[in-house]
């Protein structure tokens, strides 16, 4: 199993901006497909941004807002602008052999996820 290490993390105010790094131990099949979920207290884990090949997927919420990209390291990143309270929650990486635009949300698909990130956004 790969194993998922984020960092980034933090405290900013709101309209701030912050970026989430998530570094694999290998990369593989298994991590063809990289993705970005949060979740906070007594809410389901939701899908944030995904990245598979050229493609990239966002929540409605962060379109526009968020983006994930990978460089020539092949470390996964969230950059978040604009934060707002409602995007305070701890930020997990995850990584599946594929993901497509219909189930890339879907928790299932992921076989590797990292230990998680806070990021807390005050007003």
């Known amino acids: 199993q790969v194993q998922l290490v984020e960092s980034g993390g933090g405290s900013v105010e709101v309209g701030g901006s912050l970026r989430l790094s998530c570094t694999a131990s290998?990369?593989?099949?298994?991590?063809?497909?990289m993705a970005w979920f949060r979740q906070t207290p007594g809410k389901q884990r939701e899908g944030v941004a995904a990245?598979?090949?050229?493609?990239r997927y966002y929540a409605n919420s962060v379109e526009g807002r968020f983006t994930i990209s990978q460089d020539n390291t092949l470390t996964l990143y969230l950059q978040m602008n604009s934060l707002k309270p409602e995007d305070t929650a701890v930020y997990y990486c995850?990584?599946?052999?594929?993901?497509?635009?219909?189930?890339?949300?879907?928790?299932?698909?992921?076989?590797?996820w990292g230990q998680g990130t806070q990021v807390t956004v005050s007003s």
């Open positions: 290998r990369y593989t099949v298994s991590t063809s497909c």
């Open positions: 990245r598979s090949g050229i493609y």
């Open positions: 995850a990584a599946a052999r594929t993901c497509a635009s219909t189930n890339w949300r879907s928790l299932g698909v992921y076989n590797s």
